[in-house]
């Protein structure tokens, strides 16, 4: 039987020199070719198909594959150049996966199109995101695909409260991680502290500088908790001033990591760290949940869906319940304490990467 190729284009692996949504694609693309066997019985086999071989992701190795720096792409971009698959790679594909929203969709595809919903962040917040935005076809994308996947049911409900005749169109695929097998890797250097740990980009919406607030009403003094900045890049200027300012320069550190050090950074802070405004998923949930991390998160919809039974949520806006829950050791829980080991062991496996494939590969077999 010949196998059902599955065309990834290269737009998040050309945005993205690393970062959750170009892990995911990674991920995904990593483990999806099977023989065609299903729980349900024999299937058509799957091929992924990579339709680039220039990119700039940290993440994405393979033969023939080729990385660039990610700034000659933003150069293209601003030129007008479509990073999205062109037409002529569609050849021989029988169903085309679009990793991100740039430029416009294919016109006529001789194939299926998926898409995949991350969030609705920039239609719900839009003071957050400058015009430029490559989000700005997103609804495009969307009218011109035969399915969406969306990482989560909140986004998914949000996308439908804007555009309600896509509703059908949609199936939500929660994201995953491989974080409880990956080996930790001590990381040297740091201060003898205790720290709790951010992981990710850092701009408006993320709420950091409620962490700021709440770390300043901590006790001072050589033995106060730190926090770890990792995953969003070097501290900015204006960062860096806003530390000062605070008096938090020696207690507030931006930290790189690869994947063993970032597993060993879950295991040993006091708690994770997620004080978002908004968010479509949420990654370091699952990341701490896999490592067996207490978490403090903001009380959001997608929080509640997500990591509603191991996490601890609080009110985003409110500082004074992030000073009471980073002052108070009693309630920096791990899942597995709040879980139990049957429940920690379930969702541990339903957050795995063989789901995730699982269920990637029962949509593209129904569109084929």
Not at 18 to 31: C, K, N
Not at 247 to 274: E, I, K, N, P
Not at 330 to 355: H, K
Request: hydrophobic content about 40%; proline content about 8%; glycine content about 8%.
């Amino acid at each position: 039987m010949a196998p059902l190729r599955i065309g990834f284009d290269r737009q998040i692996f050309c945005l993205m020199a690393r970062g959750g949504i170009s892990r995911h694609f990674h991920d995904l693309i990593a483990g999806l070719a099977d023989a065609g066997g299903t729980p349900e019985g024999p299937g058509r086999p799957l091929q992924p198909v990579l339709l680039f071989r220039c990119h700039a992701n940290r993440h994405l190795h393979g033969r023939g594959l080729v990385r660039l720096p990610c700034l000659g792409y933003r150069l293209l971009r601003r030129l007008g150049c479509d990073l999205a698959a062109s037409p002529s790679r569609l050849t021989g594909i029988d169903l085309l996966h679009a990793t991100y929203y740039l430029g416009l969709p294919p016109q006529q595809p001789p194939c299926p199109l998926v898409s995949t919903l991350h969030d609705m962040t920039p239609e719900r917040w839009p003071q957050f995101f400058p015009r430029g935005s490559p989000h700005g076809a997103k609804l495009a994308w969307f009218a011109a695909s035969s399915r969406i996947v969306s990482v989560s049911a909140s986004s998914a409900a949000h996308l439908v409260e804007l555009e309600p005749g896509l509703a059908e169109r949609l199936r939500v695929i929660h994201l995953a991680t491989g974080f409880a097998d990956q080996s930790p890797t001590p990381l040297t250097g740091l201060p003898r502290r205790p720290f709790f740990l951010y992981v990710g980009r850092r701009e408006g919406y993320k709420n950091i500088d409620r962490l700021l607030e709440a770390l300043v009403r901590l006790d001072g003094g050589d033995t106060a908790p730190q926090l770890l900045l990792v995953g969003g890049g070097p501290l900015r200027t204006a960062e860096r001033q806003r530390l000062q300012l605070l008096g938090l320069q020696q207690r507030v550190r931006a930290q790189a990591a690869d994947d063993g050090q970032l597993a060993w950074l879950y295991r040993h802070c006091r708690a994770v760290l997620v004080p978002s405004l908004a968010e479509g998923f949420s990654l370091p949930l699952i990341e701490a949940l896999a490592c067996d991390a207490p978490v403090f998160a903001s009380d959001l919809t997608v929080h509640r869906e997500i990591g509603g039974a191991f996490c601890d949520l609080l009110d985003p806006g409110d500082t004074e319940a992030w000073v009471t829950a980073l002052r108070d050791r009693a309630r920096q829980i791990t899942p597995s304490r709040r879980l139990g080991p049957r429940a920690l062991a379930e969702l541990r496996r339903y957050f795995s990467i063989e789901r995730l494939h699982a269920d990637h590969r029962a949509l593209y077999r129904s569109l084929a």
